[in-house]
T-cell receptor, first 115, second 110 residues
């Protein structure tokens, strides 16, 4: 149980284009999902907290107009990187949390490369 | 800002050796999780500790939560190459976001 999927697993795009990443909880309903960014051999950097039916809460320094988050249902959250630039290249990981519990269940991650 | 200091940052050992990873904070957490992540994949939950002083065992892995619920440790006995990965601790507060440690990159050489 508590499986989270992410799509795509990797994507290469040209500078200036937008990329959408999907995060789905497959066997449970997630009222809260989190989006992280991770650099090689480093820990997770929280970008935003996504709550179903409400606006996402962004961490300090994360541009909300550049990283658009939509949590349209209890099983789906999306992250859209708008006007991507090479510095946006990274490993993006989502997680989902069951209501009332502290544990997070992570997706397999999406490797974004912007050329 | 709640900080969770994790040490050591890097650890390279031979197969069969024992090791301990520490996670320390000045803040009290409602629970603490340990995750293991392999390259190119998402973190996988290993354990949750909730009660101060709690000890949980998962095969060769022993997890302990400090009495004051501010710190935790992960001890691996007789490490194997399959234990190689990035170990992350995360402190949780009820209804809030988790605070992650900086991670410990463990390499177990055969």
């Amino acid at each position: 149980g508590a499986v989270v999927s992410q799509h795509p697993s990797w994507v290469i795009c040209k500078s200036g284009t937008s990329v959408k990443i999907e995060c789905r909880s497959l066997d449970f309903q997630a009222t809260t999902m989190f989006w992280y960014r991770q650099f090689p051999k480093q820990s997770l950097m929280l970008m935003a907290t996504s709550n179903e039916g409400s606006k996402a809460t962004y961490e300090q320094g994360v541009e909300k107009d550049k990283f658009l988050i939509n949590h349209a249902s209890l099983t789906l959250s999306t992250l859209t990187v708008t006007s991507a630039h090479p510095e946006d290249s990274s490993f993006y990981i989502c997680s989902a949390r069951l209501q009332g519990l502290d544990e997070q269940y992570f997706g397999p991650g999406t490797r974004l490369t912007v050329t | 800002t709640q900080l969770l200091e994790q040490s050591p940052q890097f650890l390279s050992i031979q197969e069969g050796e024992n090791l301990t990873v520490y996670c320390n904070s000045s803040s009290v957490f409602s629970s603490l999780q340990w995750y293991r992540q392999e390259p190119g994949e998402g973190p996988v939950l290993l354990v949750t500790v909730v009660t101060g002083g709690e000890v949980k065992k998962l095969k060769r892995l022993t997890f302990q939560f400090g009495d004051a619920r501010k710190d935790s440790s992960l001890h691996i006995t007789a490490a194997q190459p399959g234990d190689t990965g990035l170990y992350l601790c995360a402190g949780a507060r009820i209804g809030g976001k988790s605070t992650f440690g900086d991670g410990t990159t463990l390499t177990v050489k055969p």
